[in-house]
């Protein structure tokens, strides 16, 4: 063990993420599950003092490392006997921000705290703590197999008519969620003991859902962007549709979403660290909270803010869980930037769940010039062969004077390219 060198432990790992990691200044050793560590590149993976792996099953529960938290302790263990106790750990997505929390608290490490990281997980005390805050939510129950029929009626009874939400407390990427046309079909639901443990229900609430994305550092936000998705993720992951997402232009909005988002960090205790809030701006122009997770988005989100404004949120969100300065010298917003007007990312659907061939791409030469950069695939790839969330048929970074121009050329982008796949191998 060399002298003076740190011990940093990331808790599951990404190869994207690469670029945030130096490997010289510190002893840094990952605990992953098996699937993980298969999809590294080799080179990477070597570059890691030592990776230890977990056996858990390749799924798209996002709970799994969390129930797997007694097991990591164990491998920790076996990393700080031979690289000495851990200075950081530090994680990066939706499933890894509470075991390493736990983690934290266990070996005495600085850095979020497992109440925080619970409140940005589970989305009954998240939207409890940031109620009790005056902030507007969703009416939500907690519901499983349990429910008495008494009490989701009456909740039902307080709600608009019309359509229920039923999802996951803990998911992500609108993983495991569904929307019900009406309370009866959830009453029906749940009479059919199809509602599972570890759910709940939520009112549907109408208006554009914004999405937020940050850095905080000391308890200041550095850096805040918000942005309108121009359809939403459930329909992406279930309706086949695109998902795209353009930055709002409106200095009166932009600064009630930040004011809002300030609030929301300071109520769960969320002061170092990057983060992803959704919001609701209602008919009526009001702000509703939706959700928050203690990390950096995910799709075209951290390309979009590397690409257009310089600003990396997953080096930011190492440096905040290493305790060392971020990279940005004061606070900003996206419209302290002087051009582009407004910006945004494209994620075009493939609808194959499977592993799929590209057979053919057409509408390259109808693109439109605002495109900034983009990642289309070509004759003979091989996609969705990995385990991919985000399954797309190519991506887009767009940019334009206004936040209308920037729809306008997603619209043109949607239109005319079309990418043709066979099943793959």
């Not at 969705?384 to 920037?406: C, I, Q, Y």
Request: aromatic residues 6%; hydrophobic residues 40%; charged residues 25%.
């Amino acid at each position: 063990m060399t002298t003076g060198k740190r011990h940093v432990v990331h808790i599951g790992f990404h190869a994207s993420e690469a670029h945030t990691i130096d490997f010289d200044a510190d002893h840094v050793t990952a605990v992953m599950a098996r699937g993980s560590r298969s999809r590294l590149p080799a080179e990477l993976a070597a570059r890691f003092a030592r990776i230890a792996l977990l056996d858990l099953p390749d799924s798209e529960d996002l709970e799994t490392y969390d129930r797997a938290v007694d097991r990591m302790r164990e491998l920790v263990d076996d990393l700080v006997a031979e690289f000495g106790p851990p200075a950081a750990i530090v994680a990066l997505y939706e499933h890894t921000t509470l075991p390493a929390a736990r983690l934290r608290e266990h070996y005495g490490v600085p850095g979020t705290t497992v109440r925080t990281a619970l409140l940005c997980r589970d989305k009954v005390p998240m939207k409890a703590a940031v109620a009790a805050a005056g902030i507007p939510v969703p009416r939500y129950l907690a519901v499983g197999p349990g429910t008495d029929t008494g009490e989701l009626k009456e909740f039902l009874g307080l709600l608009p008519p019309g359509r229920v939400v039923l999802k996951p407390r803990s998911q992500g990427a609108s993983i495991g969620v569904r929307i019900l046309d009406d309370a009866e079909e959830l009453l029906a639901l749940a009479a059919a003991g199809g509602i599972e443990e570890g759910y709940e229900a939520e009112e549907f609430v109408d208006g554009p859902i914004y999405h937020v994305d940050g850095v905080v550092r000391g308890g200041e936000m550095r850096w805040f962007c918000s942005s309108r998705y121009l359809d939403t993720c459930f329909n992406f992951q279930h309706g086949g549709q695109p998902l795209a997402a353009v930055t709002s232009d409106d200095p009166e909005l932009v600064a009630r979403m930040r004011e809002f988002a300030a609030t929301v960090l300071d109520t769960l205790g969320l002061t170092d660290s990057t983060f992803h809030l959704e919001l609701f701006h209602t008919p009526d122009d009001q702000l509703v909270f939706l959700e928050i997770g203690n990390r950096f988005g995910g799709a075209g989100i951290s390309w979009h803010q590397r690409t257009v404004f310089g600003v990396d949120l997953a080096k930011e969100a190492v440096l905040a869980c290493l305790g060392r300065p971020s990279e940005l010298a004061r606070p900003r917003t996206m419209l302290d930037q002087e051009t582009p007007g407004a910006s945004g990312w494209l994620y075009m659907p493939l609808a194959r769940t499977g592993p799929s061939r590209v057979v053919g791409v057409t509408g390259l030469d109808e693109l439109p010039d605002a495109i900034v950069s983009a990642d289309i695939p070509a004759p003979g790839d091989l996609l969705n062969a990995g385990r991919d969330v985000w399954r797309t048929a190519g991506r887009f970074l767009v940019d334009g004077d206004s936040e209308a121009a920037v729809e306008q050329s997603m619209a043109q982008i949607v239109d005319t390219y079309t990418l043709t796949t066979k099943a793959g191998d």
